[in-house]
C-alpha cells in the first residue's frame, strides 16, 4: 500500500488513503457484527444508516475498535 500511496500525488494519496480506509472499515463491521447478508446491506449500503464513511468511522470509534489516532 505504501508504495502505491508514493506514486500518489497528494491529492492521488489522499483518495486512495480514504478508500482503502473505508473499505476496511466497511470489512470491520460485516466481520464483528454477525449480520445476515441482508441486513448487513440495509445498514452499509445505499442509504443505511451506516453506509458513509463518517457514520462508521464515529460508531467504530464509539465501540473502541478503532483508537483516537484512526478516528482523527
Do not use: C, H, Q
Amino acid at each position: 500500500m505504501t508504495v502505491e500511496l508514493n506514486k500518489e500525488s497528494d491529492r492521488g494519496a489522499v483518495l486512495v488513503g480514504v478508500a482503502y480506509l473505508d473499505e476496511l472499515l466497511t470489512r470491520l463491521f460485516r466481520k464483528k457484527m454477525l449480520l445476515s447478508k441482508k441486513l448487513s446491506e440495509e445498514l452499509l449500503e445505499g442509504f443505511g444508516p451506516l453506509s458513509g464513511l463518517s457514520a462508521r468511522t464515529k460508531v467504530a470509534y464509539a465501540l473502541g475498535w478503532i483508537g483516537p489516532e484512526t478516528y482523527l
